[in-house]
């Protein structure tokens, strides 16, 4: 697609239950990178992945939180048990390469809030 | 890891100049910049490696001194386009972390006509 596509928009979930976000990067891009940014601050890397490889997954903050990348184009981070500290804007960006020579695409990200 | 940005915040008269400074603690590879409007993606803007190079995009360039771990982001005679929050993203090693970046708290610039 022509940008990075997340969704859904915006999710509420009552404290318990399990939430899937999902991102569909820009076609052809071989990184995929997941980001947690609240409000007032910079994202927090959660995991990425080049190809369908999860190449770090140190960021993610509990064994609640995974992610997967099956086919190498789109991604699915689940949190499970979801919490009320899980609240937060989660952001996926896409580059076309691993490496420093390309900066990263955001996604308009997921609102998620936790009752 | 986490870098750090200063000032936290600029407000500015259009055609004025700013300097966006972002420190890390850590050897650096690379520096991203990116501009974040209100309730929208960050904007990738720029990428420095290490060599100490300078890039410029329209009236925004940026240096990097990999000696002192630190960039700079040079605004000049802004616009009101211009207004936002700018964060730095840095890049501490090649090995398994490839591509991840650790994000500054940003720095609110506010440019008025």
């Known amino acids: 697609g022509a940008g990075v596509s997340q969704s859904p928009r915006y999710k509420v979930t009552k404290r318990g239950q399990d939430v899937a976000l999902r991102c569909d990067p820009i076609s052809g891009h071989v990184s995929l990178y997941w980001y947690r940014q609240a409000l007032g601050q910079g994202p927090e890397f959660l995991t990425y992945?080049?190809?369908?490889?999860?190449?770090?997954k140190s960021g993610l903050p509990n064994d609640r939180f995974s992610a997967e990348r099956p086919e190498g184009s789109i991604s699915t981070l689940t949190i499970q048990r979801t919490e009320q500290r899980d609240s937060a804007m989660y952001r996926c960006?896409?580059?076309?390469?691993?490496?420093?020579?390309?900066?990263?695409?955001f996604g308009s990200g997921t609102r998620l809030t936790v009752v | 890891q986490q870098p750090v940005q200063s000032p936290q915040a600029v407000i500015l008269r259009e055609g004025e100049d700013a300097v966006i400074n972002c420190s890390s603690s850590?050897?650096?590879?690379?520096v991203h910049w990116y501009r974040q409007k209100h309730g929208e993606a960050p904007v990738f803007l720029m990428i420095?490696?290490?060599?100490?190079e300078q890039k410029g995009h329209e009236k925004i360039s940026a240096s990097f001194n990999e000696k002192k771990q630190q960039s700079s982001l040079y605004l000049t005679a802004s616009q009101l386009s211009y207004s936002g929050t700018y964060f730095c993203?840095?890049?501490?090693?090649?090995?398994?972390?490839?591509?991840?970046?650790?994000f500054g708290r940003g720095t609110q610039l506010t440019v008025w006509p």
């Open positions: 420095l490696l290490k060599g100490g």
């Open positions: 850590k050897a650096l590879y690379s």
């Open positions: 960006a896409s580059s076309p390469n691993p490496g420093p020579n390309y900066g990263y695409t």
């Open positions: 993203g840095t890049e501490t090693d090649r090995g398994s972390t490839l591509g991840r970046l650790y």
């Open positions: 992945f080049n190809y369908e490889a999860q190449q770090d």
